[in-house]
């Protein structure tokens, strides 16, 4: 399955992004979809996860209450809403997916990868 993650761009703090992961190649309606980010000089780490369903997520505790993911299995698309951007959500983004219906959140465990898109907030 390819996945192409878009929709980071240059944002004021404060400000909000839709980050969008379309996959092809293969439905992944049952399979969990993570959203992981990877910010400069540090470690690439989980922001956010759906179960394949969509009726379970799952949230890192730096962007509870700011970010909100959900899907569309009809589309192929998960989307990660990002509210109230901090400097310290700057990062690039990373979707990801792999085999498993239930939300991971160690990179390990996901086996595709889409590109990134980079997301900058500035102050």
């Known amino acids: 399955v390819q996945l192409q993650a878009s929709g980071g761009g240059l944002v004021q703090a404060g400000g909000s992004l839709r980050l969008s992961c379309v996959a092809s190649g293969r439905t992944f309606s049952y399979i969990a979809v993570g959203w992981f980010r990877q910010a400069p000089g540090k470690e690439r780490e989980f922001v956010a996860g759906?179960?394949?369903?969509?009726?379970?997520?799952n949230y890192a505790d730096s962007v509870k209450g700011r970010f909100t993911i959900s899907r569309d299995n009809a589309r192929n698309t998960v989307w990660l809403q990002m509210s109230s951007l901090k400097r310290e959500d700057t990062a690039v983004y990373y979707c990801?997916?792999?085999?498993?219906?239930?939300?991971?959140?160690?990179?390990?465990?996901?086996?595709?990868w889409g590109q990134g898109t980079l997301v900058t907030v500035s102050s």
């Open positions: 990801a997916t792999g085999t498993i219906a239930t939300i991971r959140q160690t990179s390990e465990e996901y086996a595709y």
């Open positions: 759906v179960s394949w369903s969509g009726g379970s997520t």
